[in-house]
């Protein structure tokens, strides 16, 4: 055997354990959910066969379309106002916190990071509850008269979304500006820029591939998430997920379950074409 | 003017950000029935009640388990797997990095609920290890991309020198590569704890009777809310916070 | 299009430490001035002051006779070619040379001319669509030099331009650079380390150590009239022969010096005594350690008879090769006394 083939043969030695693992508890699983959606139910027994009936309710049932848009309303509205609150805040870290600092100020700025994902969602409920500590505030100062009613809201998912997500792009878009060329800036000036134009036809482009990506990451993880807006948002207006934990628990309906899985791959996949086109624009 | 407002938007975002953090710590010892304002008193009850719950801290010990497991398992095939395609060319290799990373795109929940459906086609039972399997899967890729990255010429080199020398492959693997990659591999290791360790989708849907803490504290919470919730929360916290603390000593030390 | 600067009196602290130490420096309009000087010698804090990204703790910057104290870096008529060029990667060549213009609020089509202009100057014409990433080197530093010109400053800054491109490139970018200069009549302030690169393009060098201006002057008078012992040493290689009135290890020499002082003799400057012309200063005889062909000289290691500790290095015409152990009768051309 040749030394270039019996390195070869090493090489697949080494990557057949990653990807049997992947091609038996993720490919395979896939597949199966995939054909599974294609499945209908039948006096609670599934029937397998090429059924494309539980496609076509999600896009005409409208409890079932009416959660497919609020779910990608609620993840554009997080991600955008995330991306709008992460952005200064990663700035002034990289540019006004003097260099020493730095370190500590982006720790603590993601410390709560580090509290368990469902903990967090709870917290949230006790500020934003209708005896929580914001209303209770907000009526100690005289600020309203009646307890404003934000749990169990949009607006709670949206916040317990943001709170976490403005801490993932801090850290992202700060390692963004902080590799950047401090020169970059200094030339922009010297050629007579002001600091808005400075940041408008420098810093912003060169940063934003960046901020793109986090901002599709916010995107996947938000879409798919079940925790916030079922413990923030409460049961009176669904999101996907709550729709596919709903499907599988009290309906046993998988295959529903399977197809609404597969609609929202398909949306996550849609905004990966979406945000990969713009990079490439902004590029070229 | 901007310096004014530059600090004030700093304190404003920290705000937000410990908001939450601070009401669940300072309410953990509430020494009445709810975890809402007023403060009736300092106690130290719900911690003793939830260190004395015996469900809980099964829980806990059966997160720490998957966790670590789960986590070794997933770096040792993530870091083989970026050995492998880092140094030799072969076929497909570009498919099979896709492939690898492919998992990190996808919501867990649709991995988890695909690892559902054919656990139940083939007749595996929920369990703990159904749950480590699927927490395999969302850090293989995490571990291989860390590896992977961490992978230069540098290292390229000192394996061909080792090679040179006399070493078998798995010498190399061992006592060349593993090493100069410790600080690599072990980030990676660090984050796929803490993100199995956290965990809730995968381990509600693939566990039954035993499980992971993150599904304990949900059925905490179906209860309503508790002091007891703030107490393990403000645990949890505070034992995460005290290794990151360690990792940082840790890796400062080590790179000074 | 070209003004005058003067720094006086300008000390630059950081904490404790000093950067510049109490500067004084006149600058004509259209010179070209080289700030020569090694690592953390002050030069680059220098510019940095001049173009307004750092204010001095203490002293005043004139340029063009105007105060420039609290003027930021936009209000300055100074420009700057970065080390790193600091080219905008998102933009093309013609979109940086034209980004100057463009925030002075010149409409498109007269930037844009503008933009092929600067290019055609530093000869890249009709290239003005691609991309920085598409450059070589040499062209990036071409396109940094265009963009800082095309908005036509008083004075250009260069911080280490050339510092990037290999010696055959450095070489030949210096020579294109001293006849743009010459072209635009712009001052040009230039800092570099490199001592050859100061002497090709400089009107006056600058030669800079620890915060303070050690010499300055044309090239040749740096060379070969330096006016300290480090400047001596930082302009080329020297051999320093300790002397106190007039004598020294090698004896007594003929200087009618009367106190303690360095004998400072460039390598080129020695040869043997009879090739030497009337007037050379007599260094004695020497025995060969070692000589070694050069290309456009020999060059060669003696130790003199009369202080075989010392070791005198010189160079030899291209058809001199001595053997080592052979002795030498050495004299000098041409040499400065300076103070330790």
Same mark, same amino acid.
């Given at each position: 055997m040749s030394p270039a083939a019996r390195e070869r043969r090493q090489g697949w030695g080494l990557v057949a354990p990653a990807l049997i693992w992947l091609l038996a508890f993720f490919l395979i699983p896939f597949a199966v959910m995939l054909a599974l959606s294609f499945a209908h139910m039948e006096e609670r027994t599934v029937v397998h066969g090429f059924d494309p009936g539980n496609y076509v309710r999600i896009f005409t049932d409208w409890t079932m379309f009416k959660a497919l848009v609020n779910s990608i309303e609620i993840t554009l509205v997080v991600s955008v106002v995330s991306v709008i609150l992460a952005y200064p805040l990663a700035a002034i870290i990289a540019f006004r916190v003097p260099k020493r600092w730095q370190r500590l100020a982006l720790l603590l700025a993601v410390l709560p990071f580090w509290t368990s994902y469902v903990v967090r969602s709870y917290a949230w409920l006790l500020v934003l509850g209708q005896n929580g500590v914001l209303n209770k505030a907000l009526l100690g100062l005289g600020l309203i008269s009646a307890p404003l009613e934000i749990a169990a809201t949009r607006t709670a998912t949206?916040?317990?979304?943001?709170?976490?997500?403005?801490?993932?792009?801090?850290?992202?878009?700060?390692?963004?500006?902080?590799?950047?060329?401090?020169?970059?800036?200094?030339?922009?000036?010297?050629?007579?820029?002001?600091?808005?134009?400075?940041?408008?036809?420098?810093?912003?482009?060169?940063?934003?591939?960046g901020v793109v990506t986090g901002a599709f990451l916010t995107f996947v993880l938000c879409i798919g998430d079940y925790i916030t807006p079922q413990i923030l948002g409460g049961n009176n207006e669904l999101t996907l997920p709550q729709l596919i934990m709903l499907q599988m628990g009290r309906g046993g309906n998988f295959p529903l379950a399977s197809a609404l899985s597969v609609v929202l791959m398909l949306v996550v996949t849609l905004a990966y074409l979406l945000s990969a086109r713009w990079l490439r624009l902004d590029r070229v | 003017?901007?310096?004014?407002?530059?600090?004030?938007?700093?304190?404003?975002?920290?705000?937000?950000?410990?908001?939450?953090?601070?009401?669940?710590?300072?309410?953990?010892?509430?020494?009445?029935?709810?975890?809402?304002?007023?403060?009736?008193?300092?106690?130290?009850?719900?911690?003793?009640?939830?260190?004395?719950?015996?469900?809980?801290?099964?829980?806990?010990?059966?997160?720490?388990?998957?966790?670590?497991?789960?986590?070794a398992v997933a770096l040792v095939l993530g870091f083989l797997a970026a050995h492998a395609l880092a140094r030799v060319k072969l076929p497909g290799s570009v498919l099979m990095r896709v492939l690898i990373i492919a998992p990190m795109t996808v919501s867990t929940l649709i991995i988890g609920l695909g690892l559902l459906t054919f656990f139940n086609q083939i007749g595996i039972r929920p369990s703990l290890l159904a749950t480590g399997i699927g927490h395999v899967v969302i850090n293989l890729p995490l571990c291989f991309a860390i590896t992977y990255a961490a992978m230069g010429d540098h290292q390229k080199n000192a394996e061909r020198a080792a090679r040179d020398l006399g070493a078998s492959e798995a010498q190399v693997l061992w006592l060349v590569s593993a090493p100069m990659l410790a600080p690599a591999l072990a980030a990676a290791f660090f984050l796929s704890v803490t993100f199995s360790w956290d965990e809730f989708i995968i381990a509600f849907l693939l566990t039954r009777f035993d499980v992971t803490l993150p599904v304990e504290i949900w059925s905490m919470l179906r209860s309503g809310l508790s002091p007891a919730t703030n107490a393990i929360g403000s645990l949890v916290f505070l034992v995460s916070i005290g290794v990151v603390v360690l990792a940082e000593i840790f890796i400062l030390r080590r790179r000074a | 299009m070209t003004a005058p600067v003067s720094i006086r009196g300008v000390r630059q602290r950081y904490g404790t430490a000093t950067a510049l130490d109490h500067v004084d420096l006149e600058i004509a309009a259209g010179e070209f001035v080289v700030l020569?000087?090694?690592?953390?010698?002050?030069?680059?804090?220098?510019?940095?002051?001049?173009?307004?990204?750092?204010?001095?703790?203490?002293?005043q910057v004139l340029i063009g006779g105007r105060d420039m104290a609290g003027v930021s870096p936009k209000e300055r008529p100074t420009t700057t070619v970065f080390q790193d060029y600091a080219l905008f990667p998102h933009m093309s060549l013609a979109e940086n040379v034209a980004f100057g213009l463009r925030m002075r609020g010149v409409e498109k089509s007269g930037r844009l001319k503008k933009?092929?202009?600067?290019?055609?100057?530093?000869?890249?014409?009709?290239?003005?669509?691609?991309?920085?990433?598409?450059?070589? !080197?040499?062209? /990036?530093? %071409? $396109?940094?030099?265009? +963009?800082?010109?095309?908005?036509? #400053?008083?004075? @250009?800054?260069?911080?280490?331009?050339l510092g990037a491109l290999d010696l055959k490139l450095r070489r030949a970018m210096q020579d294109?650079?001293?006849?743009?200069?010459?072209?635009?009549?712009?001052?040009?302030?230039?800092?570099?380390?490199?001592?050859?690169?100061?002497?090709?393009?400089?009107?006056?060098?600058?030669?800079?150590?620890?915060?303070r201006i050690e010499d300055l002057g044309p090239p040749r008078e740096v060379y070969l009239r330096p006016k300290s012992l480090f400047s001596a040493g930082f302009m080329?290689?020297?051999?320093?022969?300790?002397?106190?009135?007039?004598?020294?290890?090698?004896?007594?020499?003929?200087? !009618?010096?009367? /106190?303690? %002082? $360095?004998?400072?003799? +460039?390598?080129?400057?020695?040869? #043997?005594?009879? @090739?030497?012309?009337?007037?050379?200063?007599?260094?004695?005889?020497?025995?060969?350690?070692?000589?070694?062909?050069?290309?456009?000289?020999?060059r060669a290691h003696a130790t003199p008879l009369a202080a075989p500790e010392m070791q005198i290095v010189f160079h030899l015409p291209q058809s001199v090769l001595p053997a080592p152990g052979e002795i030498v009768d050495l004299a000098a051309m041409t040499w400065v006394l300076l103070d330790p």
């Open positions: 949206v916040i317990g979304f943001v709170h976490f997500f403005v801490m993932l792009l801090t850290l992202t878009i700060y390692a963004n500006l902080i590799q950047l060329s401090p020169n970059y800036a200094r030339a922009a000036q010297d050629l007579g820029a002001g600091r808005f134009q400075t940041f408008r036809h420098v810093i912003l482009p060169l940063t934003l591939p | 003017m901007m310096r004014a407002l530059s600090w004030l938007y700093l304190a404003a975002a920290y705000l937000f950000i410990f908001l939450p953090v601070a009401v669940l710590v300072v309410f953990s010892f509430q020494d009445g029935r709810l975890p809402v304002p007023p403060l009736q008193g300092m106690s130290l009850k719900w911690y003793e009640k939830v260190l004395s719950d015996g469900d809980l801290m099964a829980a806990l010990v059966n997160s720490l388990i998957v966790a670590l497991i789960s986590s | 020569l000087g090694p690592s953390g010698c002050g030069k680059t804090t220098l510019l940095n002051i001049i173009g307004g990204f750092a204010e001095p703790t203490e002293g933009a092929e202009e600067m290019l055609a100057l530093v000869g890249l014409a009709g290239r003005g669509n691609r991309r920085p990433h598409e450059l070589s !080197g040499g062209q /990036r530093q %071409r $396109v940094a030099l265009a +963009r800082a010109l095309a908005v036509e #400053p008083d004075v @250009l800054l260069l911080d280490e331009p294109e650079l001293k006849a743009i200069q010459r072209r635009v009549g712009t001052t040009f302030v230039h800092v570099t380390h490199d001592q050859e690169e100061a002497m090709a393009i400089a009107d006056r060098i600058v030669v800079m150590n620890a915060g080329g290689e020297i051999n320093r022969i300790p002397v106190n009135g007039d004598s020294s290890p090698l004896g007594l020499v003929a200087l !009618g010096n009367d /106190r303690e %002082r $360095v004998l400072c003799i +460039r390598p080129e400057s020695i040869r #043997p005594a009879e @090739l030497a012309t009337v007037g050379a200063l007599q260094l004695g005889r020497a025995t060969i350690t070692d000589a070694a062909f050069f290309g456009t000289h020999v």
